[in-house]
């Protein structure tokens, strides 16, 4: 097989990437479902968060599981076990050069790191796409990602169960209504990574440990550089790690930050500013604290300011809020609007609710709360996934017109790590920061990829 692709030739190569799908049946671009209804499903990294994926699609009345594949067949043996009429694979690659045809939709499950290269590898060969949160490790990955899925429009979808969820959709709806006034601060704050992972001052492998013979090392790093193996990266630790994953922001923030991006359609960041503690060139930072700026739009005449706090640092002195409240939650979200405020202990935006909660009965108490003008989401983003790849229609977190620049968004909050105490100017239109040339080169993928794990065609 030949993978090999420089990136300036991946680059070149993704302008013609409308044509290469043109000889592809309507129904695998989602114009029309499959034929008899039934989805040939594949998973990358079904072991781990995969899991969710596999019994997901295996309950999906409507979806078959004709292939897995995951770096680690000891991880993955659950999924392998209870499906043995699907066919298995370590590497993606393989699959697709053996099964392209007999494959519809693939759901990308595995480290940050191979979210990009696994996604657009799914999407040059033709197939729906759902990829777990966050939707690719850079922000030059969420502008590619964007392209070459708005020249193919195949069905994508990031997997954010807020999103496929009310609670942005209740925030917005008692924005229309007046209830809140204009939107002024979003305050989110989360116990990460202290409670599952570590990130600070930590060294990177010396090559004293070896990989579990069930786990293909080389093709566990992907893309990213080689480097010795260590249990605190694999299977789960990777997140606190600047090659593989992206922070505590990165891994929440998809969750925390939807809330208040969907319901006021914020959109890219005018300004960002950030601080941290002391950092490597390994690891993230044991804490750090994110402001980002969105400019006026319709729901909000000023801008509005959102602040991220992570490592268990919380906010403190917000206008009419208790402080009792915030320090109850581990994981919450503060919205401060000029009438009345609104409080979520939910990391998926879920239990949204007016504060102080005694306004909340009360309103609720004289039917003052406007009635619902959007259907039951349902919060279940599998699903919803797997339906639009039957109905041949878009769902709301699809790539192209919000995941991409939402995951951007997202992202764009690791920059002040590297760049700490300074206000960091960003122009939305031309995807490019105004005072900083060193911001600038953050934007790209930090390191050099190997590119035979990169699609040669699109």
Same mark, same amino acid.
């Given at each position: 097989?030949?993978?090999?692709?420089?990136?300036?030739?991946?680059?070149?190569?993704?302008?013609?990437?409308?044509?290469?799908?043109?000889?592809?049946?309507?129904?695998?671009?989602?114009?029309?479902?499959?034929?008899?209804?039934?989805?040939?499903?594949?998973?990358?990294?079904?072991?781990?968060?995969? #899991?969710?994926?596999?019994?997901?699609?295996?309950?999906?009345?409507?979806?078959?599981?004709?292939?897995?594949?995951?770096?680690?067949?000891?991880?993955?043996?659950?999924?392998?076990?209870?499906?043995? *009429?699907?066919?298995?694979?370590?590497?993606?690659?393989?699959?697709?050069?053996?099964?392209?045809?007999?494959?519809?939709?693939? &759901? @990308?499950?595995?480290?940050?790191?191979?979210?990009?290269?696994? /996604?657009?590898?799914?999407?040059?060969?033709?197939?729906?796409?759902? @990829?777990?949160?966050?939707?690719?490790?850079?922000? =030059?990955?969420?502008?590619?990602?964007?392209?070459?899925?708005?020249?193919?429009?195949?069905?994508? !979808?990031?997997?954010? !169960?807020?999103?496929?969820?009310?609670?942005?959709?209740?925030?917005?709806? =008692?924005?229309?209504?007046?209830?809140?006034?204009?939107? *002024?601060?979003?305050?989110?704050?989360?116990?990460?990574?202290? @409670?599952?992972?570590? !990130?600070?001052?930590?060294?990177?492998?010396?090559? #004293?440990?070896?990989?579990?013979? #069930?786990?293909?090392?080389?093709?566990?790093? $992907?893309?990213?550089?080689?480097?010795?193996?260590? $249990?605190?990266?694999?299977?789960?630790?990777?997140?606190?790690?600047?090659?593989? +994953?992206? #922070?505590?922001?990165?891994?929440?923030? %998809?969750?925390?930050?939807?809330?208040?991006?969907?319901?006021?359609?914020?959109?890219?960041?005018?300004?960002?500013?950030?601080?941290?503690?002391?950092?490597?060139?390994?690891?993230?930072?044991?804490?750090?604290?994110?402001?980002?700026? &969105?400019?006026?739009?319709?729901?909000?005449?000023?801008?509005?300011?959102?602040?991220?706090?992570?490592?268990?640092?919380?906010?403190?002195?917000?206008?009419? &809020?208790? !402080?009792?409240?915030?320090?109850?939650?581990?994981?919450?979200?503060? @919205?401060? %609007?000029?009438?009345?405020?609104?409080?979520?202990?939910?990391?998926? +935006?879920?239990?949204?609710?007016?504060?102080?909660?005694?306004?909340?009965?009360?309103?609720?108490?004289?039917?003052?709360?406007?009635?619902?003008? &959007?259907?039951?989401?349902?919060?279940?983003?599998?699903?919803?996934?797997?339906?639009?790849?039957?109905?041949?229609?878009?769902?709301?977190? $699809?790539? /192209?017109?919000?995941?991409?620049?939402?995951?951007?968004?997202?992202?764009?909050?690791?920059?002040?790590?590297?760049?700490?105490?300074?206000?960091?100017?960003?122009?939305?239109?031309?995807?490019?920061?105004?005072?900083?040339?060193?911001?600038?080169?953050?934007?790209?993928?930090?390191?050099?990829?190997?590119?035979?794990?990169?699609?040669?065609?699109?």
């Amino acid at each position: 097989m030949k993978h090999s692709l420089s990136r300036r030739n991946f680059l070149k190569a993704g302008l013609a990437a409308g044509a290469v799908f043109n000889i592809l049946p309507r129904w695998v671009i989602g114009k029309e479902p499959a034929p008899n209804s039934k989805i040939n499903v594949a998973i990358i990294g079904c072991g781990g968060r995969g #899991s969710t994926s596999v019994h997901e699609a295996a309950n999906f009345a409507n979806a078959n599981i004709a292939a897995l594949c995951d770096v680690d067949s000891g991880r993955a043996s659950g999924a392998f076990n209870a499906h043995p *009429e699907a066919k298995k694979f370590s590497d993606y690659r393989e699959m697709f050069d053996k099964m392209g045809k007999d494959i519809d939709a693939v &759901f @990308v499950c595995t480290p940050d790191h191979a979210h990009f290269p696994a /996604a657009a590898w799914a999407m040059a060969n033709g197939k729906h796409v759902y @990829v777990e949160k966050p939707l690719a490790r850079t922000f =030059w990955e969420t502008r590619e990602l964007k392209r070459i899925a708005k020249k193919t429009k195949l069905i994508t !979808q990031l997997g954010n !169960q807020g999103h496929a969820g009310d609670g942005w959709r209740l925030l917005r709806l =008692w924005s229309k209504a007046g209830l809140l006034g204009d939107v *002024e601060e979003i305050h989110h704050w989360t116990d990460r990574p202290n @409670v599952f992972w570590r !990130q600070g001052l930590i060294n990177r492998p010396d090559g #004293s440990q070896k990989p579990p013979s #069930s786990l293909d090392w080389k093709l566990w790093l $992907n893309v990213a550089p080689d480097q010795p193996y260590a $249990n605190f990266l694999a299977p789960f630790a990777w997140r606190g790690f600047q090659d593989f +994953g992206t #922070s505590s922001l990165g891994d929440m923030g %998809c969750h925390f930050m939807d809330l208040g991006c969907s319901a006021f359609d914020l959109g890219l960041p005018s300004k960002i500013r950030g601080s941290r503690s002391e950092m490597n060139d390994f690891a993230w930072p044991e804490k750090a604290k994110v402001v980002y700026e &969105f400019a006026p739009n319709k729901f909000h005449k000023k801008p509005v300011k959102l602040f991220w706090h992570d490592a268990r640092e919380k906010p403190s002195n917000l206008k009419n &809020f208790n !402080q009792e409240a915030i320090d109850r939650c581990s994981n919450g979200t503060a @919205v401060i %609007c000029s009438k009345r405020n609104v409080f979520c202990d939910n990391s998926y +935006g879920h239990n949204i609710r007016i504060y102080p909660f005694e306004e909340f009965r009360a309103l609720k108490m004289d039917n003052a709360l406007p009635e619902k003008d &959007f259907t039951d989401a349902g919060g279940n983003p599998h699903r919803e996934f797997l339906s639009a790849v039957l109905e041949g229609k878009q769902p709301g977190s $699809n790539i /192209a017109d919000f995941s991409a620049d939402f995951t951007a968004t997202v992202l764009l909050g690791l920059i002040p790590n590297f760049i700490p105490e300074k206000e960091l100017l960003f122009d939305a239109k031309r995807g490019r920061f105004t005072n900083s040339k060193e911001a600038n080169k953050l934007l790209n993928s930090r390191y050099a990829y190997k590119t035979e794990f990169l699609p040669s065609k699109i």
